[in-house]
């Protein structure tokens, strides 16, 4: 399907959804990818998922359906529902707060003092370093052996996030390394 028709299908999705449950048109823009069709004839309809989640919405005409069921695991929970009905305010809120996250994660001892092991473990990375786990990994294992060290720059980095769940703050501590990774292509695509 072209961008064009799809980019259409978007903008009767985003009318449908703040016109039959409240949701914000911007977290439709934000948060759905479309699939693709499903079904024939007139029991046709687009699939859209939400990147997060991967709970659905079905398009017929325009009308919407969100799919509460995905084969066992249920969806569109009370959460995601109020996740897609936030106004501006409250995202631009949310932008802020992660941006300010990842500031902090930038500059935050914790970051600088593993910074070249977290980055070894990237493929597209000048440093790699073949052979070990993947980057996922790899911040668990330094988070798990920083917990039992109780590292105090763990600690305050915790205490800083607001939260102690390892795998929240791996993904928090690679967050910094995704922005290295991106300078370093465009310093090879300007080098090139």
Not at 25 to 43: A, C, F, L, N
Not at 50 to 75: C, V, Y
Not at 158 to 182: G, T
Request: charged share 25%.
């Amino acid at each position: 399907m072209s961008p064009a028709k799809i980019n259409e299908l978007f903008d009767v999705l985003r009318a449908a959804c703040a016109r039959q449950f409240g949701f914000n048109p911007r977290q439709i823009t934000t948060s759905m990818r479309y699939v693709g069709p499903e079904g024939h004839g007139k029991d046709l309809v687009q699939i859209f998922r939400d990147s997060h989640t991967h709970s659905q919405i079905a398009l017929k005409s325009t009308f919407a359906t969100l799919r509460e069921k995905h084969g066992d695991k249920p969806h569109w929970t009370d959460a995601e529902k109020a996740h897609y009905k936030m106004s501006d305010a409250e995202i631009d809120a949310g932008i802020a707060a992660r941006q300010a996250e990842l500031d902090f994660t930038c500059t935050c001892p914790l970051y600088l003092d593993h910074r070249a092991e977290l980055l070894s473990h990237y493929k597209d990375w000048p440093g790699y370093q073949p052979g070990g786990p993947n980057p996922r990994e790899a911040a668990r294992a330094l988070i798990a052996t920083l917990t039992e060290a109780k590292d105090p720059r763990l600690t305050a980095f915790a205490e800083r996030m607001q939260s102690n769940d390892p795998e929240h703050l791996a993904h928090l501590i690679l967050a910094p390394c995704h922005l290295e990774l991106e300078a370093s292509k465009a310093d090879k695509a300007i080098a090139a």
